[in-house]
């Protein structure tokens, strides 16, 4: 079993900060990309930012110089910092993991159940 938790979402005022942390637990053998996206009603679920095992990242256009993501690779955990957010970061925002299990299993992609981010005065 291995399951993804999200923690620090809320409301921040325009212009405020935010991190969250997204921790992976279970039977866990490896861990190649983690990512955060995030979804907004009638929307599809986007992309914002993914972080390689070995450090690359990439980002979302519209993130780009405001969020930075992260990982503790000892700890099975993965971060989002955001800074100057604005109304319209507003999403529910999701971590994933493309997590191997076993030395010998696929990759599978797990998905953690989400956090609400609301940014409004």
């Known amino acids: 079993q291995v399951q993804l938790v999200e923690s620090g979402g809320g409301l921040v005022q325009p212009g405020g900060s935010l991190r969250l942390s997204c921790a992976a637990s279970?039977?866990?053998?490896?861990?190649?990309?983690m990512g955060w996206y995030r979804q907004t009603p009638g929307r599809e679920r986007e992309l914002v930012a993914v972080?390689?095992?070995?450090?690359?990242?990439n980002y979302a256009d519209s993130v780009k110089g405001r969020f930075t993501i992260s990982r503790d690779n000892t700890k099975n955990m993965v971060y989002l910092q955001m800074i100057s957010l604005k109304p319209e970061d507003t999403a529910v925002y999701y971590c994933?993991?493309?997590?191997?299990?076993?030395?010998?299993?696929?990759?599978?992609?797990?998905w953690g159940q989400g956090t609400q981010v609301t940014v409004s005065s």
């Open positions: 279970g039977s866990i053998f490896s861990i190649n990309y």
């Open positions: 972080a390689t095992s070995g450090g690359g990242t």
């Open positions: 994933n993991a493309h997590i191997r299990r076993s030395a010998w299993s696929a990759e599978f992609l797990y």
